[in-house]
């Protein structure tokens, strides 16, 4: 009997799991918006699940922060405000420009010389592409943070600067960057790492800290937020006039 129970589990959990992996793609792909509500009889009819696993998956994809659970109402496909967008650049603004005087202290030279080499990797597709209309989420120059943030060997900095990635990928991943903009990226990531492996902390710092305002910029520009009485140039030339 107990053999047929851990079976019916194991076999409920994979149909669960499924069902995550399949909202999680309507999700990343814009099938569902920020801010729609699941129809979880329409959604079991599609996936030709019952809406037990459904509502398990459901479940998982709220806890990762892609749906969001209201009383009586149901589950809502997570939508970001601008606030919290500027409240998530600034958490990541203060982890990276504090990770990267670690880097410069502690990255090894052979780390620091990998790292450039995909960053010349990656100048190379982005010539390869620059004739063509290729475009990609803006959110894709964070796998160079990450791995920068990591060379300072500080496990907590580093968790928690995954966690506020994956909440920028989420409020992000309906816009794209153009080809100037990632040219840019690029560049700016070349000086910055130049500085890293000169081991300039100041200079490191200094450079970061413009990148990642301007990346701020232009995200909540291509939101159309940039003239949002939340964003930070609103907030200063308000407390100006107090």
Do not use: C
């Not at 894709?140 to 990591?150: G, S």
């Not at 907590?156 to 990635?165: G, K, P, S």
């Not at 492996?197 to 970061?208: E, I, P």
């Not at 990346?215 to 909540?220: A, E, G, P, V």
Request: glycine share 6%.
């Amino acid at each position: 009997m107990r053999a047929a129970s851990d079976a019916q589990t194991i076999q409920r959990s994979s149909i669960s799991a499924q069902a995550e992996s399949y909202l999680r793609g309507m999700i990343l792909e814009g099938t569902l918006s920020p801010g729609d509500r699941l129809n979880e009889v329409a959604l079991a009819e599609a996936i030709g699940i019952s809406r037990g696993p459904l509502r398990e998956a459901i479940k998982r994809l709220s806890g990762q922060g892609y749906l969001t659970m209201e009383a009586h109402r149901g589950a809502y496909v997570r939508s970001y405000s601008p606030r919290e967008i500027v409240d998530l650049y600034e958490l990541r603004s203060a982890l990276e420009l504090f990770a990267i005087r670690l880097a410069v202290e502690r990255a090894s030279t052979a780390d620091l010389e990998a790292l450039n080499e995909q960053l010349k990797a990656e100048k190379a597709r982005i010539r390869a592409h620059a004739a063509g209309e290729h475009s990609e989420p803006y959110v894709a120059e964070l796998d160079f943070h990450q791995q920068l943030v990591a060379l300072g060997a500080n496990a907590a900095i580093n968790e928690q600067l995954q966690d506020a990635n994956h909440k920028l990928f989420l409020a992000l991943r309906s816009t794209s960057r153009s080809e100037r903009r990632r040219e840019q990226s690029a560049a700016d990531h070349a000086v910055i790492l130049e500085r890293v492996m000169a081991r300039d902390v100041d200079g490191s710092v200094s450079l970061l800290t413009g990148h990642l305002m301007d990346s701020m910029s232009n995200s909540l520009s291509v939101l159309g937020l940039e003239q949002s009485p939340e964003t930070p140039s609103e907030r200063t030339q308000h407390e100006r006039k107090l």
